[in-house]
């Protein structure tokens, strides 16, 4: 017999397994003590708008019934070491993605990627906290499973039309998520299970005879009569195939700049610019679940999402939290010497003191009238100028440029600042001498509403650390609605952050997968 139950629970309830079985044994009017009873949540959300806070259940029980698993068949991946290839550049969530989906379709993908792999690919991370050197091939952003290998893994995405969300989760779960994704609402893998995670996603490509190649930059297209053959690494190696799926990121200005080269149509695109605001998780724990001491042992670090509309010059625009990170750390997120860029991450457990989110605004076409000269490559200028400012502004090192939240809004430099989860250290600086006026004028604007909605939020006792700026690509590499194809050169598919399609994880994955899909069911026999 199985039972289904939609039920508003105490975190304790929620949380705590054995009483969790116990309230739903109740709600059937069944003993506690039944026997051969399996209880379990497969949708979970916690609602924190009252003063008490509950946690929405869908949930089943079983008696004397063996529940069906959440994880429903895996797909198959049939041996292609000798089918035709595909190629693909990028082995972060798209191209990995797409590497799979290629196989189940019976096509080899050769994927290539400029950093290390993920194990090597530590030492390069340590080597930028803790001695401010940034290797352009293998940092924050480049290397396997690319930016979302080193961050939250947050798996929340509201792309629902990009394809098959629960899909991308069980092939996640197949390879080392835990099955709390598939349950959870908002989920989230985190930053020190993703790499483990990302080693059997490469697995399962190898054993099926893809080829991966690490440390494998591309620095040219081999271009044929508008067509794209292949591409030329940075050995002079020609690498050929039925097309390519080119999945870079939203950080591979080198990429960028040989299209633009090699008169590729690309186009610039908005993006948003501005800070990680850091406070302490316990702060903003009471804020949002009203509670006078701390969460207790059954709640999650508590997140938030704040967005308002500003006035500036006449010009209305929005600034909103990005990449929220409860119980995280903040990263140098920099790809080359002589900038500075921060990220935000968490562990699976989120349990760091610190809170820390992105808050940024948008950066508008017609803001960069003074770069226009830069043609599609205009915000990519726009953005490593400033990332330079803040580099200089830390002192030329990876040492981030900071302010306490309040003397920010009240145009002071602070004398002193707090702890925090940044590494590299930081410097107190005037932020709006780092950010362009139309940013800073907005921040401090949103930052006085945000005081507003979350009472403590705006606080002397918070502190801005920059700057936030690759939110986004600031590059479009345009692609047909439907066959996403580029317009210009068949055989090439933009995909992912970097081609301006997708904006996450799950997201960047389905993209992939689709890319995939129209690459081999337009060019390659089967």
């Known amino acids: 017999m199985k039972k289904n139950f939609t039920l508003q629970l105490s975190p304790e309830e929620a949380y705590d397994p054995e009483l969790f079985k116990k309230v739903l044994l109740n709600k059937a009017g069944l003993s506690t003590e039944t026997a051969e ?23 089943e029980l079983f008696i004397k019934e063996s529940p069906k698993p959440l994880l429903h068949a895996i797909p198959e991946y049939p041996n292609v070491k000798n089918a035709e290839a595909i190629i693909i550049v990028g082995a972060g969530p798209a191209g990995l993605f797409a590497a799979l989906r290629a196989i189940e379709l019976g096509v080899k993908p050769i994927l290539i990627e400029r950093g290390k792999d993920v194990r090597a690919r530590r030492r390069d991370l340590a080597a930028i906290n803790k001695h401010h050197v940034v290797n352009p091939d293998s940092n924050y952003c480049f290397g396997e499973g690319g930016a979302g290998t080193y961050s939250d893994g947050k798996l929340y995405t509201r792309s629902k039309k990009r394809g098959d969300i629960r899909r991308i989760m069980e092939i996640l779960v197949a390879h080392g998520a835990t099955e709390e994704i598939l349950v959870d609402a908002h989920p989230h893998i985190g930053t020190n299970k993703l790499p483990v995670l990302v080693a059997e996603l490469r697995q399962s490509i190898l054993n099926a005879g893809g080829e991966i190649a690490f440390e494998t930059r591309v620095e040219d297209l081999i271009l044929k009569d508008g067509e794209i053959k292949g591409v030329v690494t940075q050995n002079g190696e020609k690498i050929t195939g039925k097309g390519v799926i080119l999945a870079t990121g939203h950080s591979a200005r080198d990429i960028f700049e040989l299209l633009h080269n090699r008169e590729v149509l690309i186009e610039a695109k908005p993006f948003a610019l501005g800070v990680r605001i850091e406070h302490s998780q316990n702060l903003i724990d009471k ?60 562990p699976s457990r989120r349990d760091s003191r610190f809170a820390n989110s992105g808050m940024v605004a948008s950066v508008e076409l017609e803001d960069l009238r003074t770069y226009h000269q830069f043609g599609p490559l205009a915000a990519m200028h726009f953005q490593a100028d400033i990332e330079k400012k803040a580099w200089e502004a830390g002192g030329k090192t990876q040492v981030a440029p900071a302010q306490r939240m309040v003397d920010f809004v009240q145009k002071r430099v602070s004398s002193s600042l707090l702890d925090t989860s940044y590494q590299p250290g930081l410097n107190s600086v005037d932020m709006h001498a780092v950010l362009p006026d139309f940013i800073s004028e907005r921040l401090a604007m949103a930052f006085k509403a945000f005081g507003q909605k979350m009472r403590g939020y705006l606080t002397n006792e918070a502190q801005l650390i920059g700057v936030e700026s690759r939110t986004s690509s600031p590059v479009r590499i345009p692609r047909d609605r439907e066959s996403f194809e580029h317009p210009q050169i068949k055989r090439l598919y933009p995909c992912g952050e970097g081609a301006g399609y997708a904006g996450g994880i799950v997201s960047a994955a389905m993209d992939g997968e689709r890319c995939a899909e129209h690459l081999i069911g337009t060019y390659v026999k089967r």
Do not use: W
Not at 37 to 59: C, L, M
Not at 319 to 326: A, E, G, I, K, W
Not at 336 to 341: K, M, T, W
């Open 287 to 346: 804020i949002q679940y009203h509670c006078e001491v701390d969460r207790g042992p059954y709640l999650p670090a508590s997140s938030y999402s704040l967005v308002q509309q500003t006035q500036f010059k006449g010009k209305q625009r929005g600034v909103f939290s990005f990449c929220m990170c409860p119980g995280g750390f903040i990263v140098p997120a920099a790809t080359s010497p002589g900038e500075l860029v921060v990220n935000g991450m968490s």
């Open 37 to 59: 009873s399996f209880a379990r949540q497969t949708r979970r959300s916690i609602d924190a708008r009252g003063r008490r806070v509950r946690v929405n259940v869908e949930a």
